[in-house]
């Protein structure tokens, strides 16, 4: 596969596919210019890959897909439908394969308002230092968009604050063409205060009003996120699976 820049005209069709969740990388990286991608051939490709922040998204022809050349280019978590099932195994063996849910907001609605919370309010540009000074832990959260920067500014990203200090973020881990997948991430010791439920819900309303839909991926086993999700009014719309390459699978 060989690298190239994608430019939104060159690729109307694969944008217009667009699928909840990680299927909105694409776009992400076309609107951004966050990430990097790779066809098979230039123009007129028949397969995909395209990586934003260790995020990797496959898709098209699997029979135009080299094995071989796929192999050097993935590191991180890989995204691809089923028909890719024997290309990724043949040039991963030693995937992981991690089960995901996948939410989306069925009526242009979030669901119902809490009560004003202090501290929790969007971030700006002038968040950068704060995002930064997040653990390593959830700092990972800033990684499809360039770093701390990009995310305060670009993210449409919302923060709860205490004792002087960013505990809590949710925002656009992805920005795609027709949805806005969601990262959430609190640091250990706020967890569990209502926090991260708060910004969802700013953040989904900011989504709505901007024309997407938001969605929210998640693992079966992380019941606080997926909670959140079904407070905001979301419906779970498929189970997927996303595969491990050469990390670790998030605890």
């Known amino acids: 596969m060989r690298r190239v820049t994608l430019y939104g005209g060159s690729i109307a069709a694969w944008l217009a596919e667009e699928a909840p969740g990680p299927g909105a990388i694409l776009g992400h990286v076309v609107a951004t210019g966050h990430g990097r991608a790779w066809v ?124 002087g200090r960013l505990v809590t973020v949710v925002g656009s881990f992805f920005q795609g063409v027709r949805h806005e997948d969601a990262v959430v991430a609190t640091e250990p010791q706020w967890r569990g205060r209502g926090l991260a439920t708060a910004c969802a819900r700013a953040w989904c309303a900011g989504v709505v009003a901007r024309g997407r839909t938001p969605t929210w991926t998640t693992s079966p086993d992380n019941a606080g996120s997926w909670r959140i999700a079904e407070r905001l009014g979301m419906e779970l719309i498929r189970r997927d699976v996303l595969y491990v390459i050469g990390v670790d699978v998030p605890r």
């Open 40 to 163: 098979d051939r230039w123009p007129s490709a028949s397969a995909l890959l395209v990586e934003a922040g260790g995020n990797y998204l496959l898709a098209g022809t699997p029979a135009a897909v080299d094995p071989a050349a796929l192999r050097p280019l993935v590191t991180g978590f890989l995204t691809a439908s089923e028909v890719f099932a024997p290309v990724v195994a043949e040039a991963f063996p030693d995937r992981v394969v991690w089960d995901r849910l996948i939410y989306r907001l069925p009526a242009g609605r979030c669901g119902p308002p809490s009560g004003p919370l202090t501290g929790v309010r969007a971030l700006s540009a002038a968040d950068a230092e704060a995002v930064a000074a997040l653990s390593e832990e959830i700092a990972w959260i800033a990684k499809t968009w360039g770093g701390p920067a990009g995310l305060a500014s670009h993210a449409h990203a919302y923060g709860a604050f205490a004792d």
